[in-house]
């Protein structure tokens, strides 16, 4: 079993920035596809960024030019930096990881992943 565990989020205006940590105790982490997924209230679970096992990266178009992701091999932690935030980016963030090689047109898709973090709530007002 893998585990996930996601920090960082909080309230911010909007305009402001937010980083998120994931981080994951897994050995076999720098093999794993690993990204950041999001839910509004009321809205389905959405891809934001995510890795492949080869370091390609992919971002939905919502945060593009805003959102970042990296990641710290060596100590095993995801992170998501959120720029230039708005209202809409309000929403439970998760973090998710397959060990598993995922296609790059999948990456942003939920379906792929196997374990997921409990999230971290961000709100952003304005």
């Known amino acids: 079993q893998v585990q996930l565990v996601e920090s960082g989020g909080g309230s911010v205006q909007t305009g402001g920035s937010q980083r998120l940590s994931c981080r994951t105790s897994?050995?076999?982490?720098?093999?794993?596809?690993i990204g950041w997924f999001r839910q509004a209230p009321g809205k389905d679970l959405e891809g934001v960024a995510t890795i492949d096992n080869v370091g390609a990266i992919s971002y939905a178009d919502s945060v593009k030019g805003r959102f970042a992701i990296s990641q710290d091999r060596a100590k095993k932690t995801l992170y998501l930096q959120m720029n230039t935030l708005k209202p809409e980016d309000t929403a439970m963030y998760y973090c998710a990881a397959d060990p598993a090689p995922i296609e790059w047109r999948f990456l942003l898709r939920k379906d792929e992943y196997k374990y997921w973090g409990q999230g971290t709530q961000v709100t952003v007002s304005s």
């Open positions: 897994s050995p076999s982490y720098r093999s794993y596809c």
